[in-house]
């Protein structure tokens, strides 16, 4: 359910036209309903609503400061992987204490600023890192909480670039290794054990993989309780999918994947924390973009949009279906044709959908990108020295840019030519 509907002929975002925009801002641009993002937060927070429990969004998905304080006034926490990502959360105002710093990689700069900053837990996903962030917390005097990513090696029957609960992934550590690595974790200084977590990977469709997951997680603390550590929060990553088509099945609802929790887990006295992204940001978001010519090929249309995979990677990168309407509501009786709707960027994975049934459109026309929220901007580049392009946000009837485009000017003033050339 979004806030992107037709309304007398036109598409909106709520009570804002989408050509209104267009007009005021240019495009392509993205926009983000801010009735749909606090709706899906609020569906998970009233999901977990019989536990204890903190709904942290994982900002990877769209980390635009007015979508982390809106979310954030709200009640989220947010679920950072970068030292970048900490420092954009608290610059929109989001407690350290509702923070948590996930992520394969973390450097020791970032864990100090984390720690310096205030943060809710560190999950930590190797040996190494554990020392390293000991050394840290001892440096500075501090304790720091901390959860151990744990790997349940389960099949989360997803795209293979986003599947992390396989053994083969670089995620976590092995669960079978576990009681070790907490031991190791009781040993050092700095940290304080106060939980497990687990991320089994995105857009999952079914709720059988979490199942199997969190049983895992639950059997592992009564161990660990048993060993004598303390567990009394329990980090069950993010992952829920989100309808890509309209055609799609529906995907479960967080509601059923909260009762799914609290049957799983709900009997250990935890707190709950859940790291949910794209099912918040997803479809709270569209790419509007102008279609530039439509040309005729071999055999085929093509339709060559102003918007291209450096604005919206996920359909070269794993060819994700993202439904693409026109703006203009199609006429009834209008008769649908295929289409290859594509970017102006010099290589063929710039290529959005092959053969859509489109309504016959001409230069100058309006299309919007469907459940582009998450992973579309954060996933932007400038290749083929294309600025990023803007969002805003819309709330009822008033729109915001909330991240200005780029003039070629300041683009290409990044750059610097050494003397010696
Ligand atoms: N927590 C952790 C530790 C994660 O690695 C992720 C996503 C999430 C939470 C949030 O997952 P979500 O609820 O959004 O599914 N760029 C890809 C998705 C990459 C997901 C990476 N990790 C895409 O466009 O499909």
Redesign the pocket.
Known sequence: MDHFLYRDGQLFAEDVAVSEIAAAVGTPFYVYSSATLLRHFRLFDEALAGMPHQVCF?M??LSNQAVLKLLGDAGAGM?V?SGGEYRRARAAGIPGDRIVF??VGKTVEEMRLALEGGIRQV?VESEPEMEALSAVAVSLGVTVPITVRVNPDVDAKT?A??A?GKSENKFGIPISRAREVYAMAARLPGLRVIGIDV?I????TDLAPFEAAYRKVAELTEILRADGHSIERLDL?????IPYARSNAAPPLPSDYGALIQRTVGHLGCEIEI?????ISGNAGLMVSKVIYVKSGEGRDFMILDGAMNDLI?PA??D?HHDIVPVIEPQVGVEPQPYDIVGPVCESGDTFAKQRMMPPLAAGDLVAFRSAG??GAV?SSEYNSRPLIPEVLVQGDQFAVIRARPTFDEMIARDTIPEWL
């Open positions: 994982a990877k998905s679920d992987v996930s992520g999950n795209h670039k986003i992390t991320h990977g995105s857009q999952l990553g993010g992952g829920l999918g790291e949910p992204g794209r099912l996920r990168m794993y994700a998450a992973y996933m």
